[in-house]
C-alpha cells in the first residue's frame, strides 16, 4: 500500500484552550431564591412586564453553577417595538459593592420575571442575553463560561423556577446574535440551618397558634423582672445574714457573685438609661444617613443615564 493513502497527525506540543461544557446543573441557595421572590414583588411597582436582574456566584466544579445573590436591574421595554433599554450604570454599581465583600464570585447570568407558562423566551430575550455576555466577559466571568438564564413563572400561585444555558446559533454578531436556549436542571439548596429553620416554620403552619398581642408581652416582661427582683433580694438578705454573722457562708457560692459583681459595670439604672438612649439614637442617625445614600446613589445613576442619552 502506497504511503500516499494514509493521514499523518501529529499531536499538538501545547495543548489548547478547553471549552467548558454547558452547566449541568444549576444550584440556588436560599439567600438568593429569596432575593428572587422578593424581586417579583416589584413586578406590580414596574411599568414593564416583566422585571430583569443579575444573578451572581461561582462555578465550584465542572458542570455545576451555584447562584448566591441577585438583584434589580431597571430597564424600560416598549411594548410595540423588540427593543429594549437597560441601566448599565445602576448593574455596574450593585455588582461593585457586591465584589467588595465576594471578591472570587462573578456575573453568573440574568433573570426575567415571565407570566406566560407556555413561553419563557421572548423577542428581547437575546438582545437582553447579549448584554449580561459582555458583562461577564468585563467581570471576568470567563469567555468560554457559557452565561444563565433563569425565569420566574408568576401566572400559578407558587413561582416557577426554569433555568436556561444558550448557544449562539450562525455567525455571532456583537449586540445582535441568535441564541438557542436550553433547559438546565435547576434547584434550591439549604443550609442544615436553614433546613431546621424552615422545618419549625412548616411545623408551626399546621397549628392553630394565637399570636400574643402586645399586652400579653409587657406582661411576660414585667412577671420576668418581679421574678428577677425576687432573687435579688434573696442574695441580698443572704449575704446581710453571712455579714452578721447569723449564718455560715458558702465559699463556692460567695466566690460566684464576686465573680458576677467585678463583672457588672457599676453604673446605676439613670446612667445606663441615658446610655442605652444614645445607642439607640446612633443607630437611628445610621439608619437614615443610609437611606441618604442610598437615595443619593439612585439619583446619580439617573442622572448619568440622562446624560449619555
Not at 465542572?62 to 438583584?71: Q, S
Not at 433599554?85 to 450593585?94: C, F, G, R, Y
Not at 420575571?113 to 428581547?124: G, L, P, R, V
Not at 423556577?161 to 446574535?177: E, H, Q, V, W
Amino acid at each position: 500500500m502506497s504511503q500516499g493513502n494514509f493521514l499523518h497527525l501529529v499531536r499538538p506540543t501545547q495543548p489548547g484552550p478547553q471549552v467548558s461544557p454547558a452547566p449541568l446543573s444549576v444550584q440556588i441557595t436560599s439567600v438568593a431564591y429569596h432575593e428572587l421572590l422578593d424581586t417579583c414583588l416589584r413586578s406590580n411597582e414596574n411599568e414593564n412586564n416583566r422585571v430583569i436582574g443579575t444573578l451572581c456566584g461561582s462555578r465550584p466544579t465542572d458542570g455545576v453553577v451555584e447562584i448566591g445573590h441577585a438583584f434589580y436591574v431597571p430597564h424600560y421595554e416598549p411594548e410595540d417595538k423588540d427593543e429594549i433599554s437597560i441601566e448599565s450604570d445602576h448593574q455596574k454599581l450593585e455588582f461593585q459593592l457586591y465584589k467588595k465583600a465576594h471578591q472570587k464570585n462573578v456575573v453568573l447570568g440574568w433573570f426575567s420575571t415571565t407570566t406566560d407558562a407556555q413561553n419563557d423566551i421572548s423577542s428581547t430575550t437575546g438582545l437582553i442575553h447579549d448584554f449580561y455576555n459582555k458583562v461577564s466577559l468585563e467581570n471576568g466571568s470567563g469567555a468560554l463560561a457559557p452565561g444563565i438564564h433563569i425565569t420566574l413563572n408568576l401566572a400559578a400561585g407558587v413561582p416557577q423556577l426554569t433555568a436556561y444555558t444558550a448557544s449562539t446559533i450562525g455567525k455571532a454578531r456583537p449586540g445582535n446574535s441568535n441564541y438557542y436556549f436550553t433547559p438546565v436542571p435547576c434547584e434550591i439548596v439549604y443550609s442544615a440551618s436553614d433546613a431546621q429553620a424552615l422545618s419549625w416554620i412548616a411545623l408551626a403552619a399546621d397549628q392553630d397558634v394565637a399570636l400574643p398581642s402586645g399586652d400579653v408581652e409587657v406582661a411576660h416582661v414585667n412577671a420576668n423582672a418581679k421574678q428577677l427582683e425576687a432573687l435579688v433580694d434573696s442574695y441580698l438578705a443572704y449575704v446581710s445574714k453571712v455579714v452578721s454573722g447569723e449564718i455560715q457562708g458558702d465559699d463556692k457560692l460567695g466566690r460566684a457573685l464576686l465573680k458576677e459583681l467585678s463583672g457588672s459595670s457599676g453604673l446605676d439604672s439613670a446612667v445606663l438609661a441615658q446610655k442605652f438612649d444614645a445607642h439607640v439614637d446612633d443607630l437611628l442617625m445610621v439608619e437614615h444617613l443610609c437611606g441618604v445614600v442610598k437615595q443619593q446613589l439612585d439619583l446619580s445613576v439617573k442622572l448619568s443615564a440622562n446624560f449619555k442619552a
